[in-house]
């Protein structure tokens, strides 16, 4: 997973150079590339009036990311903070007390189901759980047997335990409860989204004025350059090239991003395992519980990172006739679907 994000942010910033003011001495361009953070590589190039100055604001804006990280994080538990594991580990028991950051993550949540028509679904935790396991015992990319595939009896009955309606949400007392005991969250969808977008407004109230942030692909503008030039981001090539290698730092569109524009990109050539010759990859079909087959990948523009994560997740697990519907009827967002025959289709304000 890391080797291909790394060719496609390398190939990015090189994008990004290409585009960047010249003849100019200040502001100076800096960049900036974490590993930890959400699992994925980030990479953060803008321009500031001094080194010091960058620093400053990168030294924030790594510890707000790392903090929402943690806060979004399903697997471990950290002391001095109640984490989405902690929730999925006792909210079934008791109504569990939580910060701002995972309650409104969680109403965002529940907004994005009924938006998505329940194919964005972050209670889905029960299923998406034997594709996670599944993918951690195969190895990214691998080519395994078929008998690594979860088992259907047991998608079939988890899936019965992915109603969002048994996500209790009391803005009132700030807690959580599951009406499900074996309900569980699984935030993947929507989690990373959400926190670029969170981490990007607190970076331009601090201050900061020019920049785009890729947070494992989910790309986030702050400002225009110094020329006034919009930042410039790339979409994957979601097919394989003539030696078969996916993702492998070629782009069949760019985007010119205004100020506090997303670009989120969701496909099948990211966190797959095969077997018999077909990729499995972790963006499940709740219809089927099974990878999503509509499409090779979907590319969202919005003006709200989260957004653009959610309905990335949630049209590429829909048929396209339905996700073109969903699309031309919000405002700000635009769309770009790859298919399996190599072609595209886009949404009627793409490029625009």
């Not at 190895?139 to 009955?157: C, N, W, Y």
């Not at 996916?246 to 569109?253: C, K, R």
């Amino acid at each position: 997973m890391k080797r291909r994000l790394t060719c496609a942010v390398l190939a990015l910033c090189l994008l990004l150079s290409g585009c960047a003011a010249t003849g100019t001495t200040s502001p100076q361009r800096y960049s900036v590339t974490w590993w930890d953070v959400f699992d994925t590589v980030t990479v953060i190039s803008g321009y500031a009036d001094s080194e010091a100055d960058w620093n400053t604001q990168m030294t924030a804006l790594h510890a707000d990311l790392l903090r929402y990280n943690q806060l979004y994080d399903i697997y471990n538990h950290y002391d001095g903070m109640t984490n989405l594991a902690d929730v999925n580990a006792g909210a079934a028991a008791a109504p569990v007390a939580v910060g701002e950051e995972i309650m409104n993550l969680l109403t965002f949540a529940q907004e994005m189901y009924q938006a998505t028509d329940g194919a964005c679904n972050a209670a889905a935790g029960a299923v998406l759980r034997y594709w996670h396991d599944a993918r951690t015992a195969a190895g990214d990319g691998a080519e395994v047997s078929a008998d690594i595939l979860p088992k259907t009896a047991d998608l079939q009955a988890a899936a019965a335990h992915c109603n969002m309606d048994d996500l209790i949400l009391n803005q009132n007392t700030g807690t959580v409860y599951f009406a499900d005991p074996e309900l569980q969250l699984d935030v993947g969808s929507i989690g990373k989204g959400y926190a670029v977008e969170q981490c990007a407004q607190a970076a331009e109230a601090r201050g900061l004025t020019s920049a785009l942030l890729n947070v494992g692909g989910n790309v986030r503008a702050i400002g225009t350059k110094p020329n006034s030039g919009s930042w410039v981001a790339g979409v994957d090539n979601p097919w394989p090239d003539q030696d078969g290698q996916y993702a492998t730092a070629s782009y069949v569109d760019t985007v010119e991003l205004q100020p506090g524009q997303s670009l989120v990109i969701s496909g099948d050539y990211q966190r797959y395992f095969t077997v018999d010759g077909v990729r499995y990859h972790h963006l499940i079909d709740l219809t089927t519980l099974q990878p999503a087959r509509y499409m090779n990948s979907v590319a969202i523009v919005s003006s709200d990172s989260g957004l653009g994560d959610a309905l990335s997740t949630g049209v590429f697990c829909m048929p396209v006739e339905k996700g073109q519907a969903l699309i031309e009827q919000l405002n700000d967002v635009e769309a770009l679907w790859m298919l399996s025959d190599e072609t595209m289709l886009q949404s009627s304000g793409w490029g625009k």
